[in-house]
């Protein structure tokens, strides 16, 4: 049982906090987006 290659010194990806922070803002404005395009929806 072996670990896919991934490269020469990379045993486990571990990404910055600045990607997961990213990610948590690419979250809230699809949130957003979705509740705007519900609300907008709901309200015609």
Known sequence: MS???RGP???QYEP???VGKL???VLV???AALA???GGVYFT
Do not use: D, G
Request: glycine letters at 0%; hydrophobic letters at 55%; charged letters at 15%.
């Open 9 to 11: 010194e990379e045993p």
């Open 23 to 25: 990610l948590i803002w």
């Open 36 to 38: 705007v395009v519900l």
């Open 29 to 31: 404005f699809m949130v």
């Open 3 to 5: 670990a896919p290659e």
């Open 16 to 18: 910055p906090p600045s």
